[in-house]
């Protein structure tokens, strides 16, 4: 299975809203099923990752220099999307990108795609960031075009292409950042 959702912008939108939904930030019980979405979307092993998220969830700093949101259906954890404050020392950002914060990955489980829960997700997050700095950042792999037109709707625009990005796995000109102004 690809990592990214099949770029489809004609595929007709989930019409029906099934349960409640909601987006919240995460707690430490959440680790199980961020674990597991991020697995099914990895190829990985679940209880290799659940130790690694909790230790996120749990770590200080959680909620001021990094942070987590959890999208809901009917209080099943269906979603995630991470923001991280990040440097070029600490995160191997790229010398060519400005440190500071940036929306670090969204998944939303594949059977709850396309019911504006991924949009949800990277909403709270732009929000969390706007009550503490004036832009904001992401980075993705060129070939992701359905996280390129997700942010596009929030208004990001590219800023650069030619870097390398070892530690979010692109290589020299496979990856593009892009920027939102928070205006006050
Ligand atoms: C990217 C992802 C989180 C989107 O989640 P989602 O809940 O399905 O997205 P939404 O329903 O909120 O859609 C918001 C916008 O994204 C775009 N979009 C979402 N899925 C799309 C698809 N399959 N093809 C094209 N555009 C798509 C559309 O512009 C959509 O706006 P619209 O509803 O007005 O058409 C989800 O597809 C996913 O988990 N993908 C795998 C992980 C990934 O690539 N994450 C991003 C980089 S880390």
Redesign the pocket.
Known sequence: MS???????D?Q?VGARHGTECVRPARPEDAAAIARISAE?EGLDEDEIRPRVLGELTADGMGTEHHVFVAEVDRQVV?YGRIRDLTHADHGLPEVLREGWYLT????APE?????????LTRARIEWVRARATEVHFV?NLR????I??HA?FGFEQIACEFEYPRAGLPLGAGAAFRLTLPD
């Open positions: 990592q990214y959702a099949a770029y489809d912008p595929a939108r979307r979603g990955g969204v998944v939303v709850f795609r396309r019911r504006s829960l991924g949009a949800a993705t992701n075009h359905t996280s037109d997700l709707a």
